[in-house]
């Protein structure tokens, strides 16, 4: 009788020779490209530097697409959003102490967005590791510590024989509901020793799937099934999982109104007769989830930006699905459901009733006018305007990157994403510099599409250096900057907190002049002209640049306590 534990895959003849006898000049990098190449990987980011330099000579014998960028905290920015994208795992080589850690503040954003990042990053020889002092170029005391409160996990090496293996555990975690960032480190002298081993050639790290408990979704099935007033939270999982047509099918079925977080923007039509968009930050808002007698989480940890900074407190109950383990019940009290979305959401479908609602609809719309009615009273017309010249100007195929900056804000309750996956901010950590290089990334992933990133003049500062990236490898990614003179955001809460503004306000470069220098195209343009201009750059081959002189203003918070501006 034979056992799954007894089969063994047996080596072909020419596997086998390959073995015996692997081709000369190999060294440790080697190991790190073959085992990326055997994982299907095409496309690799990074930045070399000194102790990486043994990965980066691999890649010369690779048929590996290398896009190297100017920071190694952009490069980080730029395979997010590769694995955004792709939905697959996005490779990104680094070097050791300063080159590493510069890129922790893209791979937390990474962590907080879910996106499936493979950093792997060099270290000082082996002998240096371990707080000795050596004094080595680059030593930390501890490297990895510096990535364990950042990444989902963290994978050593320490010999030649351990890279495969290492390289495709990581792999496999980070394709693991819930994806993330993950740390594989090699020291210098591993990765430029001569490579004794046969040539990698498949790596099996096929990701587990996150299963629903039966009893869990039979329970959830029947609170829906029998709730008189059904709403749905859904976020950035229903995107990560694929799972929004399921989604639809399921509040169809139920008459359930649908609101999406900011990371789950485009999971659910946003003109559907059920759908309540994404004003979240609304008051409105939060008194209509909070009256739901049954409410759906599907996830989302419902964290400050999904909760209306914390001021939202659900009387009834809340049903929440959740890949992430440690966002369950993390906020409110829940049958919470550890599961990957798609999957729990198709084990609703199994066995949900049917409820017919008429009503739903005219709450929703009820909803959404009350909601408009705020928003206009605040004479907000020219943030309108340039949000909606926006919106007319981008191809409905094309994805979009967004800014720490007023315009995203504004884009996070009222910008129609059109499609899953379509709409990306930095919202997940909060960090400027995010839109350029991501969509620099997003571009790499599918060329046949212009990519649009927008940011403010500070945090377009943050990632001026990429324009070369773009230019070099001919990337089609229209750069719109609103330039406000500073940090518009910073400026705002602190006037609104303080009376005044300190170190918000910024020298900045001509951007048109700058941009212009690079060789890439670029026009400065006027909230009138802004959708005939950006239309035009989006549709022009390769890098642009279009800059907005304009300083817009956020609409009134509703979370701070008394009646919402605009109403009773």
């Known amino acids: 009788m034979t056992h799954d534990h007894d089969l063994v895959l047996r080596p072909t003849a020419a596997q086998t020779a390959a073995a015996l006898d692997p081709p000369p000049g190999r060294i440790g990098g080697d190991l790190v490209v073959e085992t990326l190449r055997g994982l299907g990987a095409t496309t690799v980011f990074g930045l070399p530097g000194q102790h990486a330099l043994g990965m980066f000579d691999a890649l010369r014998r690779s048929d590996l697409e290398y896009v190297g960028l100017r920071v190694e905290n952009n490069a980080a920015f730029a395979a997010d959003a590769y694995g955004r994208i792709t939905g697959e795992a996005a490779p990104l080589l680094l070097s050791a102490g300063p080159g590493a850690l510069t890129a922790l503040p ?61 390289v495709a555990a990581a792999w496999e975690s980070a394709l693991t509901a819930p994806h993330g960032p993950v740390w594989v480190e090699i020291p210098q002298d591993v990765l430029t020793a001569p490579a004794r081993l046969p040539v990698v050639t498949a790596v099996d790290a096929t990701p587990r799937d996150l299963v629903p408990r039966p009893e869990l979704t039979a329970v959830a099935s029947d609170l829906l099934t029998r709730a008189e007033r059904p709403v749905v939270i859904a976020g950035g999982g229903v995107v990560r999982a694929d799972a929004s047509g399921k989604l639809r099918a399921l509040a169809e079925r139920l008459s359930a109104p649908v609101v999406t977080t900011f990371g789950g923007k485009g999971a659910f039509p946003w003109e559907h007769p059920l759908s309540l968009r994404s004003w979240l930050e609304d008051r409105h808002t939060t008194e209509f989830l909070e009256d739901a ?8 940890g419902l964290g400050e930006l999904s909760s209306n900074y914390h001021t939202f407190r659900p009387r009834g109950r809340v049903v929440q699905i959740e890949a ?70 981008l191809p409905d195929t094309s994805p979009s990157f967004w800014d720490m900056t007023i315009l995203a804000y504004w884009a996070w309750s009222a910008f129609d994403a059109r499609r899953p996956g379509a709409m990306h901010s930095a919202q997940g950590a909060g960090g400027l510099g995010y839109a350029y290089p991501a969509a620099l990334g997003a571009a790499v992933a599918d060329r046949g599409r212009p990519v649009l990133a927008v940011s403010g003049d500070g945090g377009a500062l943050y990632s001026i250096a990429e324009l070369a990236t773009a230019r070099q490898h001919d990337l089609p990614v229209t750069w719109l900057i609103v330039d406000d003179g500073g940090y518009g ?17 910024l020298t900045r470069p001509d951007f048109v002049a700058l941009a212009e220098s690079f060789g890439v195209p670029a026009v400065r343009t006027s909230p009138e002209a802004l959708e005939r201009d950006l239309a035009a750059a989006l549709a022009a081959p390769g890098p642009s640049v279009v800059v907005l002189p304009a300083v817009l203003r956020l609409f009134a918070p509703t979370h701070l306590g008394g009646a919402a501006p605009g109403t009773d």
């Open 106 to 166: 893209a791979l937390q954003e990474a962590a907080a967005a879910g996106a499936p990042v493979v950093a792997i990053g060099a270290q000082v020889p082996v002998r240096g590791i371990g707080g000795g002092r050596h004094g080595y170029l680059h030593e930390l005391r501890d490297q990895q510590a510096s990535f364990r409160d950042v990444v989902k996990s963290v994978h050593p090496v320490r010999t030649a024989s351990q890279i495969p293996s290492a």
């Open 489 to 505: 955001v910073l400026r705002e809460y602190m006037t609104d907190a303080f009376g005044a503004a300190t170190g918000t306000e």
């Open 324 to 393: 992430d383990l440690g966002k369950l019940e993390s906020n409110h009290p829940a049958l919470g459901i550890h599961a990957d979305a798609r999957l729990a959401l198709s084990a609703l479908l199994e066995t949900v009733g049917e409820r017919h609602d008429p009503t739903a609809e005219e709450r929703v719309r009820a909803l959404l006018a009350k909601v408009r009615a705020r928003i206009d009273a605040q004479g907000l017309d020219l943030e309108q305007d340039v949000l909606a010249a926006v919106r007319r100007a």
């Open 293 to 300: 007698d049954v409410l759906l989480v599907v996830g989302s």
